[in-house]
């Protein structure tokens, strides 16, 4: 059984530019959700996916966006990147049970100059 | 969601029991209480979860106060790999899946 794969692991970017990660889930997950994880802190809501569809969304402006594939792999986009979006974002996959574990990756550690 | 109250650090002897407080008394009867850990440079991983009765797996065990306000992540036999930033969550079964509220957690100190 494959786990939760990140790509990048780690990336450097300057303000205003674009990001995109990517994500693939463990085999059978057809959820996906992505985390920020900020330095010392815990990992933040971002956004989760279910069939293709954004099906929920914590506190982040519109800058931040996804996408989910049919295979369930996954992307998050920033764009306008700003130093403040400097932290490690992590992707998540599970299925779609309302008590369901969550099996998350290494994440990809993004720094923005 | 209802919040959760964790010490901020713990230590703990090698090969001893360690008792992990988590304070949730604002719990709705539905809540599922979760906890999960992340080791340094990992992302977070599924430790237990459990609703009202005690809980046991191959990592850890759960002990749910009868009041559910309150609940204890018991590692029976500390190693030095258990040391990590452990997370206990609400979830309601019936918000988004995928979202988990963490807060700080307890970081985990294993002394040899």
């Known amino acids: ?113 | 969601d209802a919040k959760t109250t964790q010490p901020n650090s713990m230590e703990s002897n090698e090969e001893e029991p360690v008792h992990l407080p988590c304070n949730h008394s604002t719990i709705s009867g539905t809540d599922y209480i979760h906890w999960y850990r992340q080791l340094p440079s990992q992302g977070p991983e599924y430790v237990i979860h459990g609703l009202t009765s005690n809980v046991n797996n191959r990592m850890a065990s759960l002990a749910i106060a009868e009041d559910r306000k309150s609940s204890t992540l018991i590692l029976h036999r500390a190693t030095l790999r258990d040391a990590a930033v452990y997370y206990c969550i609400l979830r309601d079964p019936g918000g988004s899946q995928g979202n988990l509220i963490f807060g700080k957690g307890t970081k985990l100190s294993v002394k040899p």
């Open chain 1, 1 to 113: 059984e494959t786990g939760v794969t990140q790509s990048p692991t780690h990336l450097i970017k300057t303000r205003g530019q674009q990001v995109t990660l990517r994500c693939s889930s463990q085999s059978g997950h057809n959820t996906v959700s992505w985390y920020q994880q900020a330095l010392g802190q815990g990992p933040q809501f971002i956004f989760q996916y279910y069939r293709e569809e954004e099906n929920g969304r914590g506190n982040f402006p519109p800058r931040f966006s996804g996408l989910q594939f049919p295979n369930y792999s996954s992307e998050l986009n920033v764009n306008a990147l700003e130093l403040d979006d400097s932290a490690l974002y992590l992707c998540a996959s599970s299925l779609a049970v309302s008590t369901g574990e969550l099996f998350f990756g290494e994440g990809s550690r993004l720094t923005v100059l």
